[in-house]
Each structure stands twice: as structure tokens, then as C-alpha cells.
């Protein structure tokens, strides 16, 4: 992030984002909500000719260094689910870009 902002402006910016990033409620999770429909394998169901049945909804998660997970989502759990990763993509979009802030700074050899 080169910057054209003041050094002023940006420590305004970071301290807004961190202001964003202590509100946000603490309820995350990392990971991806996956929507399935499945077979059953009964001779004569209507899934065989159809989608499935279903939906069904997983939470997908890669394990660095180990084997992806998948967690199944009761249906009553699906939209707190959604929240709780919306809540983490919020959390990483504005750490990210305090982190560029930060690195704009260093890179000004300003005070961090």
C-alpha cells in the first residue's frame, strides 16, 4: 500500500478500523458453509431422479498441514453459522488493512 495520505491520516484510519475490530462481537469461525444435497440409494425414491435430499449444510474447514474437515450444520444453527463467518471475514478484511497501514509506516520509517 503506497500511500498518498499524511502519516496523520493513516493513524486516523488504523485507529478507526481498530475501533471496527474491538466492536465486533466475538463469535467466529473459519471456514466455508457448504450446501449439499444427498442420495439416498433407495430403489423408487424421488432423490434418484432430482436433486437429492436435502439441503444439508456442512462447515468446511482446511487444517493447515493436516486433512480438510467437514462439520455438519444442523438447520437451526445455519444462519448463526453465517454470521459467526461473516463476523471472521470482517475481522481479517480490517486487520489486513491495518497491517498495511502498518507496513506504510515502516516503509515511511514513521513511528508505528
Known amino acids: 500500500m503506497k500511500s498518498t495520505n499524511s502519516t496523520t491520516t493513516l493513524r486516523r484510519r488504523r485507529a478507526t478500523l481498530l475501533r ?3 466492536s465486533l462481537k466475538p463469535e467466529f469461525l473459519r471456514g466455508s458453509l457448504i450446501e449439499r444435497y444427498k442420495r439416498c440409494g433407495k430403489a423408487g425414491c424421488k432423490c434418484a ?4 435430499h436435502g439441503p444439508k449444510y456442512y462447515l468446511s474447514l482446511s487444517i493447515p498441514g493436516g486433512r480438510p474437515e467437514m462439520e455438519y ?3 437451526d444453527y445455519v444462519e448463526q453459522v453465517e454470521d459467526y463467518l461473516a ?4 475481522a481479517r478484511r480490517l486487520l489486513e488493512e491495518i497491517c498495511e497501514i502498518n ?3 515502516l516503509r515511511r520509517r514513521e513511528a508505528l
Open 87 to 90: 463476523n471472521h471475514s470482517t
Open 49 to 52: 431422479h432430482g436433486r437429492g
Open 73 to 75: 450444520v444442523p438447520q
Open 103 to 105: 507496513r506504510e509506516l
Open 20 to 22: 471496527r475490530l474491538r
